[in-house]
């Protein structure tokens, strides 16, 4: 269904394709404010990894059946490419101007990028200097990024089978800078708790200049419950969403030891990063983002708060968004789950 009268001119629809899921979230912008068409997503398919599959044909289907279930209309396109496939890192360029800039981040990028430049599709962003200034000559630091050509040319064959227009794919990293961090300039971390992996980063001037993956996720702590309570895995779940809504954000109740134990590789991979970051750099975190389904799991924020002694939210993804008031219950429960979606929609907005 379609939340405001809009016509099909100007959508945009931010795809986020994951391990077992595909969300989606369609955006219209008018007189400078930007308006919740509609959104939709499929979940827990366990027998379907869509990352895993190469038949361009069955995903084609895949997307344009949740498309139009929901009604979506759109068909200009961001799409996400999974952080685990992208490679980035920062690199510093000396003397260089307009001319000769794409010559010698290619120069560099040799150096770090451990796959033939000729297999990867480069892209690159200056960071701004320490007075917040954007150079475009002299010595630079550069964050870049790689992406294999064939998993862009993958995408861009399922979306040409869609009948869908691919406007452009990003890496789920600067899709959540966008829709959680926006114009805020203080330094973050983004803790996004996946169905399948949790992705960690640091964000300086809306750079994530610190990144990690964990294969510890979401469903990492529903498996440690159907095993300790000899419940099977969708039980699992249920259990776990029973217990988040116990213990809501108002309680005071302390999150079970159980759970504590199998989060403990996430918190010590942020305790190293906000010790290593703040080492190397003149400033510290100021505070953390959580996103992801995993990011509603029982009263983490106020757990990881409270133990890392630190500022830690659940990501509003919605924040720039306008949307019936009444919707809004129910937004801010799936939002953490479609904050990549939401940022892939509002690049073409802005």
């Known amino acids: 269904m379609s939340f405001f009268s809009f016509g099909g001119d100007n959508l945009f629809l931010g795809i986020d394709i ?4 595909l969300k989606m979230v369609e955006l219209k912008k008018k ?3 930007i308006y919740l068409s509609n959104y939709a997503f499929s979940e827990n398919v366990s027998e379907v990894n869509f990352m895993k599959i190469d038949d361009t044909s069955y995903l ?6 949740v498309r139009m279930e929901s009604g979506i209309s759109a068909k200009k396109v961001t799409a996400s490419l999974p952080t685990f496939a992208v490679f980035s890192s920062i690199i510093n360029v000396n003397n260089v101007d307009k001319k000769n800039m794409v010559e010698t981040v290619n120069e560099e990028a040799k150096k770090v990028i451990p796959l033939p430049l000729d297999d990867m599709t480069l892209d690159w962003k200056t960071i701004p200097d320490a007075d917040g200034k954007v150079q475009t ?5 550069v964050f870049l990024t790689g992406s294999p050509k064939k998993l862009v040319r993958k995408y861009i ?11 452009s794919l990003e890496t789920e990293t600067f899709s959540l800078v966008r829709s959680l961090v926006g114009d805020d300039k203080s330094t ?3 803790v996004e708790i996946g169905a399948n992996s949790t992705d960690l980063f640091i964000v300086k001037e ?3 200049v610190l990144n990690r993956s964990l294969a510890v996720c979401a469903s990492t702590v529903t498996r440690v419950l159907a095993e300790k309570l000899g419940l099977s895995f969708s ?9 988040s809504v116990t213990l809501n954000a108002d309680s005071h109740e302390e999150l079970p030891q159980l759970l504590i134990k199998s989060l403990e590789p996430i918190v010590t991979e942020m305790e190293y990063m906000l010790d290593f970051f703040q080492s190397q750099n003149k400033g510290a975190v100021e505070k953390i983002i959580l996103s992801g389904g995993g990011a509603l799991l029982l009263n983490l924020a106020d757990y990881l708060s409270k133990r890392l002694n630190l500022k830690v939210i659940i990501g509003d993804p919605w924040s720039r968004v306008r949307y019936p008031e009444e919707l809004k219950p129910v937004l801010a429960e799936v939002g953490p789950r479609l904050a990549v979606a939401i940022g892939l929609a509002m690049r073409e907005i802005e």
């Open 60 to 65: 084609a289907k895949a997307i344009n059946k």
């Open 31 to 33: 007189n400078r404010q």
């Open 188 to 190: 973050v971390m983004i």
């Open 18 to 21: 994951g391990d077992s899921s």
């Open 137 to 141: 000559k002299g010595n630079l630091q």
């Open 235 to 243: 039980q699992a779940e249920q259990f776990k969403f029973d217990l």
């Open 206 to 208: 809306s750079i994530p």
């Open 157 to 167: 064959d399922i979306f040409k089978a869609a009948k869908l227009e691919l406007a």
